[in-house]
């Protein structure tokens, strides 16, 4: 049987993981029953990928890490993918993931010229989110939760956007098999508001006020469901 892949790139705080778990853990409450037989590859701490042959599809976690740093595992890692996607492998990056599946694929990321978005925000759909297979389940608005400084500033060739807000222009896009939110779909209100104060330092120096983020942190359900739909996209699955 193939695998299915939690491509892990980074890790939640210490602080957090300990009460919360890590975003493995988060990305399989949000697969559900199906959660369980993901299996977990921490690719920053060096762990080694399957054969692309052997792996049924793959979620790619956020992370800390920024893709432009071009770290030796971060390359090693968008290798991998580049060869998944040339296999058609049905690939979901998420924040960092997002990124590095655009990076990997021919576009370009870099630091986001206003700075970092954050917290809960409104996402619009694009005309071709209504035939994918991923998206098109999506309202034309919804809310998503983020935290990212840099951002898909180039999609690669022959990707199509597939969601978007006034910040951030590539919310979503799809290359073939390959898909990339910006936004993270397994973060819960909890996770979000708790990760927002372990950034405070950060979001303060940003000038963004920490309070006001945490209020407005809302419930995410059409995010989440993204994670379920797409183990509905790996061969074999049950279609829902």
Known sequence: MQKKLIIRTGRVYAELRGE???FDDWIRREL????DSWQVIDVQAGEALP?????????????????????????ATAAW????????VPLLGICFGHQLLASALGGEVGYHPQGPEAGTVTVHTTAAAAADPLLSALPERFA????????????????????????????????GSAWGVQFHPEFNAEAMTRYLAQL????????????AL???????????????????????????
């Open 20 to 22: 919360l778990g890590d």
């Open 32 to 35: 559900g029953a199906d959660g």
């Open 51 to 75: 054969a692309v042959t052997e792996v049924a599809g793959a979620v790619i976690t956020g992370s800390a890490a920024m893709v432009s740093e071009r770290a030796p595992w971060s390359e």
């Open 81 to 88: 993918l580049r060869s998944a996607h040339a296999a058609n």
């Open 144 to 175: 998503a939760n983020v935290i990212h400084w840099q951002s898909v500033q180039r999609l690669p060739a022959g990707a199509v956007c597939l969601a978007h807000n006034a910040f951030e222009p590539h919310h979503a896009f799809r290359h």
């Open 200 to 211: 405070a330092p950060l979001l303060d120096k940003a000038q963004l006020s920490l309070p």
């Open 214 to 240: 945490q209020q407005n942190v809302a419930a995410t359900p059409h995010a989440a469901a993204l994670l379920q739909r797409f183990a509905t996209l790996l061969p074999g699955a049950a279609q829902g």
